[in-house]
T-cell receptor
Framework: AQTVTQSQPEMSVQEAETVTLSCTYD???????LFWYKQPPSRQMILVIR??????QNATENRFSVNFQKAAKSFSLKISDSQLGDTAMYFC????????????FGDGTTLTVKP | NAGVMQNPRHLVRRRGQEARLRCSPM?????VYWYRQLPEEGLKFMVY????????ESGMPKERFSAEFPKEGPSILRIQQVVRGDSAAYFC????????????FGQGTRLTVV
């Protein structure tokens, strides 16, 4: 079974600064995806970024980027130029292929962006 | 293309009643997943369904919980004889037939058992 660990229950960052959220996972699989989801107070689960395990290049999506260390089973999320709208709970998730959509989630990190 | 639609958004049930949660997947999506989120926790997988078939129910409690995805109509998560511990947010996600893609989530149903 896969496990996903987010060791930072809460974090805060000043507006316009950079913050990194940590995630580690445990698996014996070689073919999988990793995700970061954002959950604002509205509760909607919003996909932030996706990383395929077979790709060595780290995924980026505008102000969001990941540091994927496959050997270390680490998948951190960096948010640059933090904005007030980034305030939310962030979840790291693991998805083993070919079980599309069946993911294992971490317990989340609550990020607060301060003005 | 409408997103994944869940209803109701909020549901209040008294202990012992039944709760029925509905999920309409995105157009063209034939796979549905149900997750439960307890307060201050991440989402926990419950069940994976395709039309008229339960593919993986490894996360479903053995009793009182059932799910279906009929040929026509939405997917239904049914909780019989609800207890206080069933209070949670229940999320539905859907994905297309291709297996190498993530699922798209609905806005969830918050169930409160009083």
């Amino acid at each position: 079974a896969q496990t996903v660990t987010q060791s930072q229950p809460e974090m805060s960052v000043q507006e316009a600064e950079t913050v990194t959220l940590s995630c580690t996972y445990d698996t014996s699989e070689s073919n999988y995806y990793l995700f970061w989801y954002k959950q604002p107070p509205s509760r909607q689960m919003i996909l932030v970024i996706r990383q395929e395990a077979y790709k060595q290049q780290n995924a980026t999506e505008n102000r969001f980027s990941v540091n994927f260390q496959k050997a270390a089973k680490s998948f951190s999320l960096k948010i640059s130029d933090s904005q007030l709208g980034d305030t939310a709970m962030y979840f790291c998730a693991f998805m083993k292929l070919p079980n599309a959509g069946k993911s294992t989630f971490g317990d989340g990190t609550t990020l607060t962006v301060k003005p | 293309n409408a997103g994944v639609m869940q209803n109701p958004r909020h549901l209040v049930r008294r202990r012992g009643q039944e709760a029925r949660l509905r999920c309409s997947p995105m157009k063209g999506h034939s796979h549905v997943y149900w997750y439960r989120q307890l307060p201050e926790e991440g989402l926990k997988f419950m069940v994976y369904l395709q039309k008229e078939n339960i593919i993986d129910e490894s996360g479903m409690p053995k009793e009182r919980f059932s799910a279906e995805f009929p040929k026509e109509g939405p997917s239904i998560l049914r909780i019989q004889q609800v207890v206080r511990g069933d209070s949670a947010a229940y999320f539905c996600a859907s994905s297309p037939p291709s297996v190498d893609t993530e699922a798209f989530f609905g806005q969830g149903t918050r169930l409160t058992v009083v």
